[in-house]
């Protein structure tokens, strides 16, 4: 498990750069994974989902690579924007559940502009 | 573009005292979900809810919590008698179902309850 408190990682990077967040999930059960973002106040922002039958799946200007062998999830935002710093939380959830979502710890991205 | 409303924006109440965190789940949406998050801390499922009763809870959501779908509309988290430890943002979010392509969850803004 990951632990928790209030030092996130970060990541920092130029405007225009490409962005990848890093996300180690913890049930190999899993059957459904989110990236969320969320902004300082709000809440959490859908950005782009993917079922385990997946191992890659394209939104605008993001990807989500699914690695089921390492429990590996990683977001890419390309041409990354000052609008895209924020927090960025991954989520797994299995199908025998009732959809409850397990967070990971976040990675605030930081970008420079 | 339908979103999932949250009230009050902010709460503040005294240690023991009950309160009552209010939202508005997207309208086409049958599956409800309260989380919660520490300050600085990852966000935590609390409680699902689906035709009218609670389909999982974790640890977290004991018997001084409770929701309630008082009518089509709203979704409302209830603490009996806050604890200084129930301070916390609270999120409601709602799905429109468990389905491939309906399972996405969208989130509220929250609500940011201190207890003093």
């Known amino acids: 498990g990951e632990s928790v408190g209030l030092h996130l990682p970060t990541l920092s990077v130029q405007e225009g750069d490409n962005s990848i967040i890093n996300c180690a999930y913890s049930n190999s059960a899993s059957d459904y994974f989110i990236w969320y973002k969320q902004e300082s106040g709000k809440g959490p922002q859908f950005i782009i989902d993917?079922?385990?039958?997946?191992d890659k799946r394209q939104g605008q200007r993001v990807t989500v690579l699914l690695n089921k062998t390492v429990k590996h999830l990683s977001l890419q935002i390309a041409a990354t924007q000052p609008g895209d710093s924020a927090v960025y939380f991954c989520?797994?959830?299995?199908?025998?559940?009732?959809?409850?979502?397990?967070f990971g710890k976040g990675t605030k991205l930081s970008v420079k502009p | 573009e339908p979103e999932v409303t949250q009230t009050p924006s902010h709460q503040v109440t005294q240690m023991g005292q009950e309160v009552i965190l209010r939202c508005v789940p997207i309208?086409?949406?049958?599956?409800f979900y309260w989380y919660r998050q520490i300050l600085g801390q990852k966000v935590e499922f609390l409680v699902s809810?689906?035709?009218?009763?609670?389909?999982?809870k974790s640890e977290i959501f004991d018997d001084q919590f409770s929701v309630e779908r008082p009518d089509g509309s709203n979704f409302t988290l209830k603490i009996r008698s806050t604890k200084l430890e129930d301070s916390a943002m609270y999120f409601c979010?709602?799905?429109?179902?468990?389905?491939?392509?309906?399972?996405?969850?969208?989130f509220g803004p929250g609500t940011r309850l201190l207890v003093l």
């Open positions: 809810f689906y035709n009218n009763e609670i389909s999982e």
């Open positions: 989520a797994e959830a299995y199908g025998g559940s009732q959809g409850n979502l397990i």
């Open positions: 309208s086409n949406h049958l599956y």
């Open positions: 993917i079922r385990s039958n997946m």
């Open positions: 979010a709602s799905a429109t179902g468990r389905l491939a392509g309906e399972e996405t969850q969208y």
